[in-house]
């Protein structure tokens, strides 16, 4: 008879003993191939993060510091003078841009009604108020309040001129109102 030749029987421990459909044995095949390389990927990311945050660290210390110095350049007192100086002087002309697109322009009837007025009687108070006009002044005698009275009276730009007079110890004080007809 023919002889068979007796196969050897052994253990190959590198074949796996599982089957391949198992849902372990295919997390774990892909874990050993592709995981490694994206677990290597993170590690690289998260040390360029983490080396990027010292330079960023050291741009904001940077920045702060020249924040600082200019604050501390800005708190200065001839800075904040300046400053306020400056800041009225902005607040004046935009003042005086809103005045004089919206305001009339009164300087001609205020320089003549001042101008009309005697050295001997010394002007206090000066009010305009559209057309009204208000004016207290004193006196040393009572013939210049006449002669003042007398020329507004016989004026014709002038209407309702009204005067009160009250005598305080050496002094006349004299109030005097009237209305402007028409502008200078």
Do not use: C
């Given at each position: 008879?023919?002889?068979?030749?007796?196969?050897?029987?052994?253990?190959?421990?590198?074949?796996?003993?599982?089957?391949?459909?198992?849902?372990?044995?295919?997390?774990?095949?892909?874990?050993?191939?592709?995981?490694?390389?994206?677990?290597?990927?993170?590690?690289?990311?998260?040390?360029?993060?983490f080396m990027s945050r010292?330079?960023?660290?050291?741009?904001?210390?940077?920045?702060?510091?020249?924040?600082?110095s200019k604050i501390s350049?800005?708190?200065?007192?001839?800075?904040?003078?300046?400053?306020?100086?400056?800041?009225?002087?902005?607040?004046?002309?935009?003042?005086?841009?809103?005045?004089?697109?919206?305001?009339?322009?009164?300087?001609?009837?205020?320089?003549?009604?001042?101008?009309?007025?005697?050295?001997?009687?010394?002007?206090?108070?000066?009010?305009?108020?559209?057309?009204?006009?208000?004016?207290?002044?004193?006196?040393?005698?009572?013939?210049?309040?006449?002669?003042?009275?007398?020329?507004?009276?016989?004026?014709?730009?002038?209407?309702?001129?009204?005067?009160?007079?009250s005598k305080e110890e050496?002094?006349?004080?004299?109030?005097?109102?009237?209305?402007?007809?028409?502008?200078?």
């Amino acid at each position: 008879m023919l002889k068979r030749r007796k196969k050897r029987k052994f253990i190959n421990l590198l074949n796996p003993v599982y089957s391949p459909n198992e849902g372990f044995v295919k997390v774990y095949e892909w874990l050993t191939s592709v995981g490694k390389y994206m677990l290597i990927v993170v590690e690289i990311v998260a040390l360029a993060v983490f080396m990027s945050r010292f330079i960023l660290d050291k741009e904001n210390n940077d920045l702060t510091e020249e924040i600082n110095s200019k604050i501390s350049v800005l708190s200065t007192e001839p800075w904040r003078s300046n400053n306020i100086f400056y800041e009225n002087y902005h607040k004046l002309i935009s003042d005086v841009s809103v005045v004089s697109s919206k305001q009339e322009l009164n300087s001609n009837v205020v320089s003549e009604i001042i101008s009309s007025v005697p050295l001997t009687l010394h002007l206090q108070t000066f009010s305009l108020n559209g057309g009204r006009v208000s004016l207290t002044f004193s006196a040393s005698n009572l013939n210049d309040v006449r002669i003042y009275e007398s020329a507004l009276k016989s004026n014709q730009l002038y209407d309702d001129v009204t005067f009160g007079i009250s005598k305080e110890e050496s002094e006349i004080q004299v109030n005097v109102t009237f209305n402007i007809k028409e502008t200078v």
